[in-house]
């Protein structure tokens, strides 16, 4: 079975900076997808960034970027120019490829405070 | 596109009565679909994969008398608590997946409060 670990339960970052967010996860799997979901207070999951574990290169979307280590199995969330409205919490994601159960397999979350 | 709705967001009944929570992809047929717990301040805890046209599959500790998953249709999934008690009370939300790609797609979740 896979298991996702986010070690930090909490996290504040000041407007305009930037924060990374860990995540680790298990799995004998060699090929798989990553994701990171954003949980605001109107409790929505939104997805926030994915990543193939066959492509080598980190998925980057916009001030979002990720630094994927597959043999570390290590796949860290960076928010670049951090935004009041990026305040929320965020689950790292693991999932087999199509064709099988297609589950999501979610760590314990992160919460995010940006300040002022 | 793939947006996915619930209804109702949030349901107060009283201990004993069953309440029923419908998903519903509004612009994709969703072959797939998962159901989803969600404790206060906790993670989303995978509670049923319901597939279009067969029975759900049930995740460990989940007990399928308790919890009824139908997926009659490719957009709409419906997830009826029977008997509810107070320890039902949670945050459900479903997601659905578009055949072929390798996403879920969130709806916004009920609140279920059970007296």
């Known amino acids: 079975a896979q298991t996702v670990t986010q070690s930090q339960p909490e996290m504040s970052v000041q407007e305009a900076e930037t924060v990374t967010l860990s995540c680790t996860y298990d799995t004998s799997e060699n090929n798989y997808y990553l994701f990171w979901y954003k949980q605001p207070p109107s409790r929505q999951m939104i997805l926030v960034i994915r990543q193939e574990a066959y492509k080598q290169q980190n998925a980057t979307e916009n001030r979002f970027s990720v630094n994927f280590q597959k043999a570390a199995k290590s796949f860290s969330l960076k928010i670049s120019d951090s935004q009041l409205g990026d305040t929320a919490m965020y689950f790292c994601?693991?999932?087999?490829?199509?064709?099988?159960?297609?589950?999501?397999?979610f760590g314990t979350g992160t919460r995010l405070q940006v300040t002022l | 596109g793939a947006v996915v709705s619930q209804h109702p967001s949030r349901v107060i009944c009283k201990s004993g009565t069953s309440v029923k929570i419908e998903c519903r992809s509004l612009d994709f047929q969703a072959t797939t679909m998962f159901w989803y717990r969600q404790f206060p301040k906790k993670s989303l805890m995978l509670m049923a994969t319901s597939n279009e046209g067969s029975k759900a599959t049930y995740e460990q500790g989940v007990e399928k008398d308790k919890f009824l998953i139908n997926h009659a249709s490719l957009t709409l999934s419906t997830l009826t608590v029977t008997s509810a008690h107070p320890e039902d009370s949670s945050f459900y939300i479903c997601s659905a997946r578009l055949a072929g790609y390798n996403e879920q797609f969130f709806g916004p979740g009920t609140r279920l409060t059970v007296l």
């Open positions: 994601a693991f999932m087999k490829p199509t064709g099988t159960a297609s589950k999501l397999t």
